[in-house]
């Protein structure tokens, strides 16, 4: 494992030392029996549907990002590059900024973060190197900031207590590079770096990332998490400080070795590894999908090119490791078709993209939906063109 609860790491340049944690949960995935499948039933109490309204002004290409807040659905799309605002019912609300050169306008967005106290949004863009914080109740512009440190980019932030934090990738290879950076909300100053590249993912800083997904994961919590390819420890943004959350243990996880191979490999190459490699080797190396809901936490990791769901009880300490976690509750002859995105106090949120829409209404038409799934009847209505559909499911007690 990277992590130790009583490591101290040698503070280099400006990559500071992280908070230590004493109470670590640590899942030991090689000593848990997989379960051939776990029901959503399990965890959840029965879903309920949120059919996104279709409009011109909300076209939805392909859902990218997506947090709860205020009772609000604020959707991420990288297609049309937008951020859209939808009530819990389905309605749109309102767009977030607008794609363009001019005034308040981004390029191109990557992430997104929300500032609950002044009820300000912060949006990325890694391709102007800036910042647009907007009014989240309006959608009008405030202002924009210019992130420093040309050397490196970042496509991941995360607003926490007043504090601004960036994922970090040097443009060239460094000799002490970081994964973790936080920079002045006003200036864009970059004001620290945490989490040294050599002893969290073996040197590991290149651009193989998470499919789409944002490296801060609860992001709208009391303590927001962070975690990116290769990582095998969760830490939390808590208080400012940066604290060991979860570790999972194994001894497939990707090594020094195999990090040497795909350096080489992607130089000589200039593409990423094969699958074959993933399959050859066996290894263990990411985590994502990272959710926290009431008093266990759910995320998926990969071994080789298979992919695992892990249930985690933060109460009794055990966990439960499936290769299918089956929604029996929305589709119980069916299986899964949607993707768990985030969560709030209460349970989780699950979107299809657009093109499932064909699927939901060919599966409601057949009886393949559960039987008393609301608003059956709003999905046989559904078109090639709609809009995503969300589902959210409430934790039982």
Not at 115 to 139: A, H, V, W
Not at 192 to 214: I, R, V
Not at 269 to 283: E, V, Y
């Amino acid at each position: 494992m990277f992590f130790s609860c009583n490591r101290n790491l040698k503070r280099e340049n400006t990559i500071l030392p992280i908070a230590e944690n004493k109470n670590v949960y640590i899942v030991d995935i090689d000593s848990i029996p997989k379960e051939k499948d776990i029901g959503y039933s399990s965890v959840f109490k029965k879903g309920k549907t949120i059919i996104l309204e279709t409009k011109d002004e909300c076209i939805i290409g392909r859902i990218d990002g997506m947090q709860v807040f205020d009772d609000e659905l604020f959707i991420m799309d990288n297609m049309t590059n937008s951020l859209l605002v939808f009530n819990k019912e389905g309605k749109f609300i309102r767009k977030i900024g607008a794609h363009g050169q001019g005034p308040g306008e981004y390029l191109n967005i990557s992430d997104f973060t929300i500032d609950p106290l002044k009820k300000e949004i912060y949006l990325l863009d890694p391709f102007s190197r800036k910042i647009y914080k907007y009014n989240i109740d309006t959608g009008n512009f405030i202002n924009s900031i210019v992130i420093g440190n040309k050397n490196v980019s970042s496509s991941n932030i995360q607003y926490h207590q007043g504090k601004l934090f960036l994922d970090a990738r040097p443009f060239t290879p460094m000799k002490n590079s970081y994964l973790l950076r936080e920079i002045d909300p006003e200036s864009g100053r970059q004001l620290n770096a945490f989490l040294a590249a050599n002893a969290y993912t073996y040197g590991w800083n290149g651009s193989m990332g998470k499919n789409g997904e944002s490296y801060f994961c609860s992001k709208n919590s009391n303590a927001p998490k962070y975690n990116q390819i290769f990582m095998d420890t969760i830490v939390s943004i808590d208080s400012g400080q940066i604290v060991p959350f979860l570790a999972i243990k194994s001894k497939h996880w990707t090594d020094s070795k195999d990090i040497d191979y795909i350096k080489n490999y992607m130089n000589e190459h200039n593409q990423i590894i094969p699958a074959d490699f993933w399959n050859q080797k066996n290894k263990v190396h990411y985590i994502r999908r990272y959710i926290e809901c009431k008093n266990w936490i759910h995320f998926e990791y990969i071994q080789g090119t298979n992919q695992y769901t892990v249930l985690y009880n933060i109460i009794d300490k055990t966990a439960r490791i499936t290769e299918s976690f089956l929604d029996d509750l929305t589709f119980p002859k069916f299986g899964l078709i949607h993707i768990i995105a985030c969560s709030d106090s209460n349970g989780i949120y699950a979107y299809t993209q657009t093109h499932a829409a064909k699927l939901l209404v060919e599966l409601a038409n057949t009886n393949q939906l559960a039987k008393d799934l609301d608003k059956r009847d709003e999905l046989m209505k559904l078109s090639e063109d709609s809009n995503p559909v969300v589902f959210y499911y409430e934790c039982k007690e």
